[in-house]
């Protein structure tokens, strides 16, 4: 059919509105760009993400074993390089997933560059996971990298898989939740840094990454099992050696319910815009 002049003008003059993408229940193709992006971002610059991580834990495995004399002590009944070998690769999973989200948002927001993130049709929740799925990914390459260069120099026994991957996998989503967060919260730079530097080095350095809370006095004890970062720690490490210092159970369950607790958190700053948006 051939449309007449008058129906030609018309069109010109007044242009269709432009229809809505229908992406369904989720937008799988975005969700997997934020993804990848977030991937390809920290790879990119591998040696400062993930050789860079390893040569940290690295050192301070040789500041026990050598400096310390770690290699003459037990602890829970296993030779003191055993239990401390878990810890660090723990705490290495975890300060590397949060360093992964915290720095992309935070630089975003700085650069003003945030809404790349924010145009595209994402739901909160499609944006919050494909950046803490990418925090996740660095996390576990790193733990991984820091496992495989460790066991050159002590063995790595794995009594429970399945520990091992829960906490593991639990610990870089909470942290990498959390460096969301906190890099929503931040305003620039140095606020990030001081949530780096008074939350989460402290938690981490004083949940049991190098020692067994038994041997801490009572109080301290307490004090410790406020930590959730301690659940992580014991619960991976008890993966390793077989023993924990609390009840793994609970742990389980306080892993879960602070990870759902920073998932709400994350999902409800990003769909109200909490200090992304004008």
Same mark, same amino acid.
């Given at each position: 059919?051939?449309?007449?002049?008058?129906?030609?003008?018309?069109?010109?003059?007044?242009?269709?509105?432009?229809?809505?993408?229908?992406?369904?229940?989720?937008?799988?193709?975005?969700?997997?760009?934020?993804?990848?992006?977030?991937?390809?971002?920290?790879?990119?610059?591998?040696?400062?993400?993930?050789?860079?991580?390893?040569?940290?834990?690295?050192?301070?495995?040789?500041?026990?074993?050598?400096?310390?004399?770690?290699?003459?002590?037990?602890?829970?009944?296993?030779?003191?390089?055993?239990?401390?070998?878990?810890?660090?690769?723990?705490?290495?999973?975890?300060?590397?997933?949060?360093?992964?989200?915290?720095?992309?948002?935070?630089?975003?927001?700085?650069?003003?560059?945030?809404?790349?993130?924010?145009?595209?049709?994402?739901?909160?929740?499609?944006?919050?996971?494909?950046?803490? *799925?990418? #925090?996740?990914?660095?996390? @576990?390459?790193?733990?991984?990298? =820091?496992?495989? %260069?460790? /066991?050159?120099?002590? &063995?790595?026994?794995?009594?429970?898989?399945?520990?091992?991957?829960?906490?593991?996998?639990?610990?870089?989503?909470?942290?990498?939740?959390?460096?969301?967060?906190?890099?929503?919260?931040?305003?620039?730079?140095?606020?990030?840094?001081?949530?780096?530097?008074?939350?989460?080095?402290?938690?981490?350095? *004083?949940? #049991?990454?190098?020692?067994? @809370?038994?041997?801490?006095?009572? =109080?301290?004890? %307490?004090? /410790?099992?406020?930590? &959730?970062?301690?659940?992580?720690?014991?619960?991976?490490?008890?993966?390793?050696?077989?023993?924990?210092?609390?009840?793994?159970?609970?742990?389980?369950?306080?892993?879960?319910?602070?990870?759902?607790?920073?998932?709400?958190?994350?999902?409800?700053?990003?769909?109200?815009?909490?200090?992304?948006?004008?």
């Amino acid at each position: 059919m051939v449309c007449a002049p008058q129906q030609i003008d018309v069109i010109m003059t007044h242009p269709l509105p432009p229809m809505p993408r229908e992406f369904g229940p989720v937008n799988w193709i975005g969700l997997w760009t934020v993804y990848r992006r977030e991937v390809r971002r920290f790879l990119k610059v591998h040696t400062q993400t993930i050789l860079a991580p390893v040569i940290t834990t690295l050192l301070f495995f040789a500041v026990f074993a050598l400096a310390l004399g770690g290699a003459q002590q037990q602890i829970a009944g296993k030779p003191f390089l055993e239990f401390l070998a878990p810890g660090l690769i723990v705490m290495a999973i975890a300060q590397n997933a949060f360093a992964n989200t915290s720095s992309s948002v935070i630089i975003a927001k700085v650069q003003g560059n945030i809404v790349d993130l924010l145009m595209p049709p994402l739901t909160a929740g499609e944006l919050g996971v494909g950046l803490v *799925l990418g #925090g996740v990914t660095r996390g @576990i390459v790193v733990g991984l990298a =820091t496992t495989a %260069v460790i /066991a050159l120099f002590t &063995p790595i026994h794995i009594i429970d898989p399945s520990l091992i991957v829960y906490h593991g996998v639990m610990a870089s989503v909470m942290m990498s939740l959390l460096g969301v967060i906190g890099a929503i919260w931040s305003e620039k730079f140095d606020h990030i840094a001081a949530v780096t530097n008074f939350i989460i080095t402290p938690l981490t350095f *004083l949940s #049991g990454t190098f020692y067994s @809370i038994n041997r801490l006095p009572p =109080t301290f004890q %307490v004090l /410790a099992r406020l930590d &959730p970062f301690f659940y992580m720690i014991d619960g991976f490490r008890c993966g390793f050696i077989g023993t924990a210092d609390s009840d793994i159970g609970v742990g389980v369950v306080v892993m879960l319910v602070v990870t759902l607790a920073l998932g709400w958190l994350c999902h409800w700053m990003i769909a109200t815009g909490y200090k992304l948006k004008p």
